[in-house]
Nanobody, 125 residues
Framework: QVQLRESGGGSVQAGDSLRISCVAS????????MGWFRQAPGKEREGVAR????????VYASSVKDRFTISHDNAKNTLYLQMNSLKPEDSARYYCAGGRPGVIASLSPTTYAYWGQGTQVTVSS
């Protein structure tokens, strides 16, 4: 089992930057991929970014590419999402996720087994 806890969300203005974090504990070696998802009220959960923790390979949703950066500190078992040039449409609850054991996860939530409780990000215009 892997436990995930997000932090760092908040309310910002359009154009601002924000970094959210996720600390993993438990059997962290079992997840080869870590990802960030978001879900706005009335919408489906959307994959934002994924990192392959052994090699550092990343994948981004087109809506955040060139604005968001996912990174992982192996020593601290911490996942980050640096969000720049935030837009009101980025407002959502952001979730950290751990990939299914042995699977190189994509941006599909079905490839993830572990989820945090989420942290709220609100961007006002």
């Amino acid at each position: 089992q892997v436990q995930l806890r997000e932090s760092g969300g908040g309310s910002v203005q359009a154009g601002d930057s924000l970094r959210i974090s996720c600390v993993a504990s438990g059997d962290t070696y079992s997840s080869l991929s870590m990802g960030w998802f978001r879900q706005a009220p009335g919408k489906e959960r959307e994959g934002v970014a994924r990192i392959y923790t052994p090699g550092g390979g990343t994948v981004y949703a087109s809506s955040v590419k060139d604005r968001f950066t996912i990174s992982h500190d192996n020593a601290k078992n911490t996942l980050y999402l640096q969000m720049n040039s935030l837009k009101p449409e980025d407002s959502a609850r952001y979730y950290c996720a751990g990939g299914r054991p042995g699977v190189i996860a994509s941006l599909s939530p079905t490839t993830y087994a572990y989820w945090g409780q989420g942290t709220q990000v609100t961007v006002s215009s």
